[in-house]
Nanobody, 125 residues
Framework: QVQLVESGGGLVQAGDSLRLSCAASGRTTSTYAVAWFRQAPGNEREVVAAINWLGGQTYYPASVKGRFTISRDNAKNTVYLQMNSLKPEDTAVYYC??????????????????WGQGTQVTVSS
């Protein structure tokens, strides 16, 4: 079993930066792929960044590429999402997810078995 706790959300203005953290606990969490998803009211949950357990492979959709960066510190069992140049359309609840058998499907929410409770990010214009 893996437990995930997100932190770092808040209210910022357009153009600002924010860093989210996902603290993981449980069995061999460092071997899991981890992703950040977001969900705005009325929208589907979508991936915004993902990283494999070694950190050598990452995925970003076009909507955030160049603005968001995912990284992990396996010694601290923590994954980070650095978000720069935030836009009002980035407003959503951000979720951390972990999966053991993700392989190359970093972008698929069905590949992730464990989810955090989410943290709200609001970007004002």
């Amino acid at each position: 079993q893996v437990q995930l706790v997100e932190s770092g959300g808040g209210l910022v203005q357009a153009g600002d930066s924010l860093r989210l953290s996902c603290a993981a606990s449980g069995r061999t969490t460092s071997t899991y792929a981890v992703a950040w998803f977001r969900q705005a009211p009325g929208n589907e949950r979508e991936v915004v960044a993902a990283i494999n357990w070694l950190g050598g492979q990452t995925y970003y959709p076009a909507s955030v590429k160049g603005r968001f960066t995912i990284s992990r510190d396996n010694a601290k069992n923590t994954v980070y999402l650095q978000m720069n140049s935030l836009k009002p359309e980035d407003t959503a609840v951000y979720y951390c997810a972990a999966g053991l058998y993700v392989g190359t499907y970093l972008y698929m929410k069905q590949a992730y078995a464990y989810w955090g409770q989410g943290t709200q990010v609001t970007v004002s214009s």
